[in-house]
Nanobody, 125 residues
Framework: QVQLVESGGGSVQAGGSLRLSCVASGYITRDIWMAWFRQAPGKEREGVAAIDSDGLTSYAESVKGRFAISKDNAKNSLYLQMNNLEPEDTAMYYC???????????????????WGQGTQVTVSS
């Protein structure tokens, strides 16, 4: 069983930066994907970035060049560095994990079975 807890959200002006963290307990190293999703008011849940057990990453086109996903296996932690934030990035951000997953990580929420409680990111113009 995997438990995920996010932190690092907050309010920032457009052009600013935030770094989100996700601490995992009961971490499974075998063929695991970890990802960040977000959901804005009135919109569907959207995949933002994902990373597999080998460090291969996937990004939504809207955040490429601005966001970077990384992990620290020793600390069982996942991170999302968000730069050049835009008002459109405003959303609740969720950490997610999928076990027994192979290949390039997907940004489809149905693939992920473990979820954190979310952390709010608000970007003002």
């Amino acid at each position: 069983q995997v438990q995920l807890v996010e932190s690092g959200g907050g309010s920032v002006q457009a052009g600013g930066s935030l770094r989100l963290s996700c601490v995992a307990s009961g971490y499974i190293t075998r063929d695991i994907w970890m990802a960040w999703f977000r959901q804005a008011p009135g919109k569907e849940r959207e995949g933002v970035a994902a990373i597999d057990s080998d460090g291969l990453t996937s990004y939504a086109e809207s955040v490429k060049g601005r966001f970077a996903i990384s992990k620290d296996n020793a600390k069982n932690s996942l991170y999302l560095q968000m730069n050049n934030l835009e008002p459109e990035d405003t959303a609740m951000y969720y950490c997610a994990a999928a076990s027994d997953s192979w290949g390039r990580p997907l940004l489809r929420h149905g693939v992920y079975t473990y979820w954190g409680q979310g952390t709010q990111v608000t970007v003002s113009s």
